[in-house]
């Protein structure tokens, strides 16, 4: 591979002036850029970006660091962040923490080491170390999906607690009296969306069953496994919420397996996607805007990046609840029995 040096020898100049070239920072006569310009080709050489971004101080790097691309929601944030970034200029690096935070702060560091001009995460744990980690960076940042009390750092985000609050309302209007929740237990998001059903249960005057809640990893067989154990209860959950798409997808899964009846048992998970309105009967969702939530972080860090003295802003936006038929008990033709449902493993019946 040909270094700058080799560039320099053959052009008849020094390495200085090629980099004076390449960089376009200072005039160099039209036939000494020729002479480099030649050897650049000739030579197949090409420039160490990790070493121009630290003489310049910038680099055209964003990073975006989720908890899992897996996730539909992460999916198309960062497919959004990604048009937007190509439109101004920026390349997205894309990092999945998998809820570790050493995974997280390894890639912090790599964001530091390639002199990332800005960040948009969703981090893992909403510690003090964990937001100080990230201010230290002194890298232009944008928190998405999970906030984060008295961090100086630009947001967008949506009301979980109002949102789980309001899906929950739904499903007991629907008639569901012993509702059961399957909850991403990884990040702050799942609790805080705990917090908002166990709101919508208190004014009701009901409480959830401790038994019939379930803080697990936001994995389709983590929530296929929960799912499962939920139905096996003496005491039957009637409905089921899960807080994310994937940990909705393994409850599907289950339900399906053991042929539980929807909506007689009822059905509803946060985030709306492809599979959601095609099954059969269709599935409830708390669908957040994830494209708008990609357009505006985006957005927001590079008037971030272009104006460090701007006050910081928090955006919040609004989900929107999508009735379909999983918690449409209303089209039950007969009164529901109050019995445990069947469960079919196999050629047997529970």
């Known amino acids: ?23 376009g920072t200072d005039y160099v006569s039209k036939e000494v850029t020729e002479k480099v310009e030649a050897a650049v080709k000739e030579l197949n050489y090409r420039p160490n970006r990790a070493a121009r971004s630290l003489r310049t101080q910038k680099s055209n790097i964003v990073g975006l660091v989720v908890a899992d691309i897996h996730n539909p ?49 969703a981090p893992t744990h909403q510690t003090t170390q964990s937001v100080e980690n990230i201010i230290n960076l002194g890298i232009p940042t944008v928190l998405i999906d999970r906030q984060v009390e008295n961090a100086e ?6 009301d979980n607690i109002n949102a789980a609050k309001r899906l929950m309302e739904h499903c007991l209007q629907q008639g ?10 990884g990040s702050k998001t799942g609790k805080l969306r705990y917090r908002g059903m166990l709101d919508a249960l208190n004014s009701h005057n009901k409480s959830f069953d401790k038994n019939k809640v379930k803080f697990i990893e936001a994995h389709i067989d983590d929530g296929y496994r929960a799912t499962k154990e939920l139905l096996q209860l003496n005491n039957q959950p009637d409905a089921l919420i899960a807080t994310n798409v994937l940990l909705g997808a393994g409850a599907i899964k289950a339900l399906r397996e053991l042929n539980i009846p929807i909506p007689e048992f009822g059905f509803a998970c946060f985030d709306d996607s492809v599979w959601a309105p095609l099954v059969n009967p269709s599935v409830t969702v708390m669908a957040q805007p994830a494209i708008e939530i ?11 990046i272009n104006n460090q003295n701007l006050s910081y802003r928090e955006v919040i936006l609004r989900a929107e609840l999508i009735e379909r038929e999983s918690t449409n008990r209303l089209i039950i033709s007969s009164p529901v029995a109050q019995r445990p449902f069947p ?7 529970l």
Do not use: W
């Not at 750092?153 to 949506?158: A, E, R």
């Not at 990609?294 to 971030?304: C, K, P, S």
């Open 153 to 158: 750092l630009d947001g967008v985000f949506i």
């Open 176 to 185: 569901y009296h012993k509702i059961a929740a399957i909850i991403g237990g």
């Open 294 to 304: 990609g357009r505006t972080a985006m957005e927001m860090l590079i008037n971030r």
């Open 73 to 121: 929601f992460f999916s198309l944030i960062g497919r959004i962040v990604q048009d937007v970034a190509f439109e101004n200029g920026y390349n997205v690096f894309l990092c999945n923490t998998d809820e570790d935070p050493k995974k997280e702060e390894a890639y912090l560091k790599i964001m530091r080491d390639e002199n990332a001009s800005g960040i948009i995460i």
């Open 1 to 23: 591979m040909s270094s700058i040096k080799d560039v320099a020898k053959a052009a008849g100049v020094s390495t200085a002036t090629v980099s004076r070239v390449l960089s």
């Open 343 to 349: 469960i079919n493993h196999g050629n047997s019946v």
